[in-house]
């Protein structure tokens, strides 16, 4: 399949952003990075945006509409951790600071991205959330809320643009063996493999995949719908 458009991926330079790039490129999508840093490899086009900052996302959608064509699909897939810390020793700036970095940069990036596919009729926005959405993690509180934040949105938002052929998913995996996995302490990295009834991580590739499906043809009647990736972990 070629000549699918651009598949816009924010935090194209990390680690599940580099394999969701390098998978939507196979399946004939111009893969674009949206990243603090440009060095995305899986990328035909990477640029530097801070996806917190809306007049930097509305440049970076010009730039792509005129570099790689129309936007087909976005992945929106930056984010951060966070402190590990009980919610009472958190500081307010760091509360302030990942929601905003994981949840308002998600509203700010559908925002720039959405009229463009509103005009066209046609669009796929897959929403990187994660387990942690529906459990709620000690220790990760304003991860987990930004993140159920993110589900919250995308069925808001798949109601929003039904209607213009544009469809709007999320999905949460588990723990993904990338650069965050590895900052994780040895008696955490166990206590989360223990919840996880397949006994391992999730590869990069198998989320990947996933996003492959809910951007291409045979995911079609999907919207407004949250795709589990956590080996058995999650119960609804
Ligand atoms: N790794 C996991 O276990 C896991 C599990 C569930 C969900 N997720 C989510 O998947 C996504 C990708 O995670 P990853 O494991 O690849 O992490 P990563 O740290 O390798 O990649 C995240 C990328 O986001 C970018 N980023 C951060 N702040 C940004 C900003 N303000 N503007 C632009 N880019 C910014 C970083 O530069 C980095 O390249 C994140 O949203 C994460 O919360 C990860």
């Keep these: 399949m070629t000549g699918r458009g651009a598949a816009v991926v924010t935090g194209g330079a990390g680690g599940i952003g580099q394999a969701v790039l390098a998978r939507l490129g196979q399946d004939g999508f111009v893969p674009v990075s949206w990243d603090l840093s440009a060095d995305a490899k899986a990328a035909s086009l990477a640029l530097a945006v ?11 959608t010009d730039e792509t509409i005129a570099r790689a064509g ?3 699909a976005l992945v929106v897939n930056a984010g951060i951790l966070g402190p590990v810390a009980p919610v009472w020793e958190l500081a307010p700036e760091d509360i302030r600071r990942v929601i905003d970095t994981n949840l308002v940069s ?3 990036t559908c925002r720039a991205v959405v ?3 509103r005009e066209r009729g046609a669009g796929r926005i897959v929403l990187m959330s994660s387990v942690q959405a529906k459990e709620g993690t ?3 509180g304003p991860y987990a ?3 159920a934040g993110m589900i919250a949105l995308a069925k808001t938002l798949a109601k929003e643009v039904a209607d213009r052929g544009i469809l709007v998913n999320a999905i949460t995996p588990t723990v993904v063996r990338t650069a965050m996995e590895r900052a994780i302490t040895p008696e955490r990295r166990a206590d989360l493999l223990a919840r996880i009834p397949l006994g391992r991580f999730l590869e990069p590739a198998e989320v990947a995949e996933m996003v492959a499906f ?3 043809p045979g995911s079609g009647f999907s919207t407004g719908a949250v795709f589990d990736l956590s080996g058995g ?3 609804w």
């Design 106 to 108: 998600a509203f700010l």
């Design 233 to 235: 972990r999650a119960t």
């Design 50 to 60: 801070d996806v917190t900052d809306a007049q930097a996302l509305a440049a970076a």
């Design 145 to 147: 809320a930004a993140k």
């Design 138 to 140: 000690a220790l990760a």
């Design 115 to 117: 009229p463009g596919m």
């Design 70 to 72: 129309p936007i087909a």
């Design 214 to 216: 809910l951007c291409g």
